[in-house]
């Protein structure tokens, strides 16, 4: 089966953040919080979103950019539904979130990712290379 025959009922909307609900069920559905309570503004925020919709209009995949206009956009959060992954609904998702910034001149895309998704990303066309995050939300000794 080609990529195109595994995601053809699949349909990606870009710049049109979905529903507050559909997206904490998402993360949940990948093991995280929902942090429902900032999505209004944060939404406004992200240079870039793409969501994916399975054929019954159900939220099975999503991801953010946040760019600094010039050079650099970062990806937030690229979520694929468990029962959805392996279809490559994640890969069309960066796909068409870096289609969107190149088209604006981004060049360059980071991506803070597990340890355990690095062939997803490589499998994206990312160069793999050390990096770091901090989450002050989080209690952190410093």
Same mark, same amino acid.
């Given at each position: 089966?080609?990529?195109? $025959? ?23 559905? #990948? ?6 309570? $900032? ?24 991801? /953010? ?6 050079? @650099?956009?970062?990806?937030? $959060?690229?979520?694929? $539904?468990?029962? @959805? ?14 289609? #969107? ?8 895309? @980071? ?11 490589? /499998? ?12 002050? /939300? ?5």
């Amino acid at each position: 089966m080609k990529k195109t $025959d595994m995601i053809s009922e699949i349909t990606f909307q870009v710049g049109d953040p979905p529903a507050v609900e559909a997206l904490v069920r998402l993360r949940e559905s #990948v093991g995280w919080g929902g942090w429902s309570g $900032d999505y209004a503004t944060v939404f406004e925020r992200y240079s870039t979103t793409v969501s994916a919709y399975s054929a019954d209009e159900e939220l099975i995949g999503w991801t /953010a950019l946040v760019s600094d206009g010039v050079r @650099h956009a970062f990806f937030v $959060d690229v979520i694929v $539904d468990p029962l @959805h992954q392996g279809r490559g609904i994640g890969r069309e998702l960066v796909t068409r979130a870096i289609d #969107v910034e190149q088209a604006r001149g981004i060049s360059l895309f @980071h991506a803070d990712f597990a340890k355990e998704n690095a062939p997803f990303y490589a /499998a994206c066309g990312f160069t793999l290379c050390g990096g770091a995050y901090l989450d002050t /939300a989080c209690s952190v000794t410093r």
